[in-house]
């Protein structure tokens, strides 16, 4: 007889989990569903970046951008939406930049270039100087002052084209572009040019952060890209010709910081109101373009999560929260004020999740956590089978997260097919039309997905 009951109690059980296994198979493909059949995140990415625009931080785009987003997120049935208010950097490109390369008196070839965020002015008349090419900022030590001050240093190292990784081969070298100026001043050197971060060879230049570091107002100087084909073409003829001359003019400036903030709205969960699960990414972009890439996809992306999980089929135990940060590109600002109030207040975060690679098709993410976290998530791979998405790594997560590090069991960021990522990045090509509708909505599905995953079958 109580073998019998056993058996029962067993076949109970098996049949319990087998529906509960069914029922979330069911969840996770009517949040597919609904994303591809019914999504806004595509409506919402054509107004931000057609009507918007590019939204540097401290801009009017960017104050544009907090109010619209805030408008959208009050619309939809939330719990509470508000804004965290943030000082961010406000740095202004002026008219565009012009440079032209002087291989003899009067004869110029005018080539492409674009200050990088934070640079300083030219004199009103520009620079006019000799070019020496280096590889790497080590490079500087071995010429010395003698033959750098006077000159203008141009940083020509590419991308490492053999590495699939793409977010590897910029980590490999973004450092010319962030420290290259302020290595060279201290050299004597006239002014900085960084070849543009792009695997392609084609003619826009790609801008991005750099910093003086602590370099005195007085001893910084210009510093812009060029894009990899005039990188190409002054690489060539400064071998030909060694005296050529090359001259730059920007009129970029810095003002004191400004006012912003991160726009914040989240679902109060049903059961556990007092553990999160934090879904964003950052509002702003550069100038170039219309930020739809970078990041106004993962923008999108973020709030197509929070819609999700606002329908009724779904009723999540723990609270969902989504936070558009503020000033990403040139200083974490609205990130550290976030992660500030999180440790002031002693939230407990169990999943922070950022898009941040662009709308390309989702692959899967990657994750900094514990073992014992990790290998749960990894045990979710099924789930995700039918839609393609096979990459978990235990690898790192995003730029605006990441600062939640001991306040977050789960640090994660969306894993996307990035080999087209660097065409655009930080350049006049990341633009909407370079958007694809079903790739976007994918990755707003496959985000949702891993939330509701966490929420439902929890961590421990």
């Known amino acids: 007889m109580m073998k019998k009951l056993w058996l029962l109690l067993l076949f109970s059980s098996l049949s319990l989990h087998a529906q509960n296994e069914d029922g979330l198979e069911n969840k996770i493909k009517k949040i597919y569903q609904e994303a591809l059949t019914q999504g806004k995140s595509y409506d919402w990415l054509d107004h931000l970046t057609n009507q918007i625009g590019g939204r540097l931080s401290g801009s009017l785009n960017a104050e544009w951008a907090v109010k619209w987003a805030k408008e959208e997120l009050d619309a939809l049935p939330l719990?509470?939406?508000?804004?965290?208010?943030?000082?961010?950097?406000?740095?202004?490109?002026?008219?565009?930049?012009?440079?032209?390369?002087?291989?003899?008196?009067?004869?110029t070839i005018n080539v492409n270039i674009c200050a990088l965020g934070?640079?300083?002015?030219?004199?009103?008349?520009?620079?006019?100087a000799n070019v020496i090419e280096v590889k790497h900022i080590d490079d500087l030590a071995k010429l010395?002052?003698?033959?750098?001050?006077?000159k203008i240093i141009f940083f020509n190292r590419p991308m490492q084209v053999d590495l699939v990784n793409t977010f590897k081969a910029y980590g490999g070298a973004v450092d010319q572009r962030y420290s290259g100026a302020a290595e060279a001043a201290k050299y004597g050197a006239l002014?900085?040019?960084?070849?543009?971060?792009?695997?392609?060879?084609?003619?826009?230049?790609?801008?991005?952060?750099?910093?003086?570091?602590?370099?005195?107002?007085?001893?910084?100087?210009?510093?812009?890209?060029?894009?990899?084909?005039?990188?190409?073409?002054?690489?060539?003829?400064?071998?030909?010709?060694?005296?050529?001359?090359?001259?730059?003019?920007?009129?970029?400036?810095?003002?004191?910081?400004v006012r912003s903030y991160n726009v914040i709205a989240e679902i109060k969960g049903q059961e556990s109101p007092e553990k999160i699960i934090l879904v964003g990414a950052h509002l702003d972009s550069w100038d170039l373009g219309d930020g739809a890439h970078d990041d106004g996809a993962g923008v999108v992306q973020s709030m197509e999560v929070l819609r999700l999980m606002s329908l009724k089929d779904f009723r999540p135990k723990n609270t969902i929260r989504v936070v558009l940060f503020a000033n990403e590109e040139n200083g974490l600002m609205g990130a550290k004020a976030y992660s500030k109030r999180v440790k002031k207040d002693k939230e407990q975060h169990l999943l922070a999740l950022e898009s941040?690679?662009?709308?390309?098709?989702?692959?899967?993410?990657?994750?900094d956590t514990k073992v014992q976290y990790l290998n749960k998530i990894l045990s979710w791979k099924p789930y995700f089978d039918p839609y393609y998405i096979h990459l978990f790594e235990g690898n790192g997560s995003g730029a605006d997260v990441s600062l939640l590090k001991g306040n977050s069991l789960v640090l994660a960021g969306l894993k996307t097919d990035s080999q087209r990522y660097f065409i655009h990045h930080h350049s006049e090509m990341d633009t909407f039309d370079q958007i694809n509708k079903r790739e976007l909505?994918?990755?707003?599905?496959?985000?949702?997905?891993?939330?509701?995953?966490?929420?439902?079958?929890g961590l421990e």
């Open 79 to 107: 719990d509470s939406v508000w804004l965290q208010a943030v000082m961010v950097p406000k740095w202004v490109r002026g008219t565009f930049e012009y440079a032209n390369i002087e291989s003899s008196p009067g004869n």
């Open 144 to 150: 010395g002052k003698e033959k750098i001050k006077g």
């Open 191 to 257: 002014a900085v040019i960084v070849r543009s971060l792009n695997f392609r060879l084609d003619d826009y230049p790609h801008t991005g952060v750099m910093s003086y570091g602590d370099l005195p107002i007085n001893k910084r100087i210009p510093a812009a890209a060029i894009s990899t084909n005039h990188a190409e073409l002054l690489s060539s003829m400064i071998a030909l010709n060694p005296k050529l001359r090359f001259f730059i003019k920007q009129n970029c400036k810095n003002y004191p910081e």
């Open 118 to 128: 934070g640079s300083i002015a030219t004199p009103s008349i520009g620079i006019r």
């Open 356 to 367: 941040d690679s662009g709308g390309f098709t989702p692959r899967g993410f990657i994750f």
């Open 441 to 457: 909505e994918l990755g707003a599905a496959t985000m949702a997905a891993l939330v509701y995953l966490t929420d439902q079958l």
